[in-house]
């Protein structure tokens, strides 16, 4: 018998999206923000004012990748990540902490940064290795892009989801403790270099 992660493909959404993959991904992230509102930036009152346009926009901008896992069967989606490129970051100062041991290689332009965002799994489909598909996606395609010879990925999580950051921890990231703010709020830096 078949796990049930053999059962789920990753599926990266096409620039320009087309229709369906934009409303389903708008339906996802709704979902999101009802179920697990802590883990994210905007609030589901918000982002259900959102027209088709908004949506569209937000899947289609340049720089950034999702990546949907599908159930094989029926291709509903699971869970969805976005993969933020260094092209649509460079000019965003304040997405990333300082950490000081990186500080001059990001300077000199050794190193690019990546940052995971969105990351979500159905109830469902949690502990059935959807999170950790996606993860790995996210990171092959970080690894194939041109760019600096080291890839830096960081992501936020929320301090509470031991879950979460053990997942991340068990794919390699570590917990940053050594930057500005560190400690303070809700959410925690853990990165992984490529």
Known sequence: MASPASLISIYRIPSPAPLEDVIKYSQ???STLKTNPEAFSS???EAAQYTQHQWSERVNTDGRTTLAATRDVDKEWLGTLSLLHPRMLRPMTDV?????RVGDAIAQGKIDRYLLVGMWVRPSARKTGVGQRLIKAA???IKD?????IKMVFLKVHMGNTVAQGLYSKLGFVEETDYEGAGKGHTTCMTISL
């Open 28 to 30: 996802i992230r709704l």
């Open 43 to 45: 609030t589901f009152e």
């Open 96 to 100: 990333f902490p300082r950490i000081p």
């Open 139 to 141: 990171l092959d395609i």
């Open 145 to 149: 892009e041109a760019g600096a010879p």
